[in-house]
Nanobody
Framework: QVQLVESGGGSVQAGGSRRLSCTPSGSIYNDNCMGWIRQAPGMGREAVAAIYTGLGRPLYADSVLGRFTISKDNARKTVYLQMDSVQPEDTAMFHC?????????????????????WGQGTQVTVS
């Protein structure tokens, strides 16, 4: 069974930084769109960033553009989300997600919020 293992969540002060990591435990990685989808209590899910493990540009939601950076280490088969200048509205459960193939673009130009495989999530709390 494929699992996406997230780490790096925790508490952070507004204006600070946090880096999340995601490593698949199974065969998922190559030729996959890897991304981060967050969900705050009482809110819908929001795909914040995605990156294809092959060649291609990353995708970002407007709400995080310029503050968050998604990156990948193909040798380690790990995807990262560097979160800078975090704000209280960034408080959410952040899930790593994977979908076979290249990343699809949502109508708003950001990443899609659907994925075939999800991780359990890592909580980020900004105060």
């Amino acid at each position: 069974q494929v699992q996406l293992v997230e780490s790096g969540g925790g508490s952070v002060q507004a204006g600070g930084s946090r880096r999340l990591s995601c490593t698949p435990s199974g065969s998922i990685y190559n030729d996959n769109c890897m991304g981060w989808i967050r969900q705050a209590p009482g809110m819908g899910r929001e795909a914040v960033a995605a990156i294809y493990t092959g060649l291609g540009r990353p995708l970002y939601a407007d709400s995080v553009l310029g503050r968050f950076t998604i990156s990948k280490d193909n040798a380690r088969k790990t995807v990262y989300l560097q979160m800078d200048s975090v704000q209280p509205e960034d408080t959410a459960m952040f899930h790593c997600a994977a979908e076979a193939g290249d990343c699809l673009v949502a109508p708003n130009g950001g990443p899609l919020s659907s994925a075939a495989t999800w991780g359990q999530g890592t909580q980020v709390t900004v105060s």
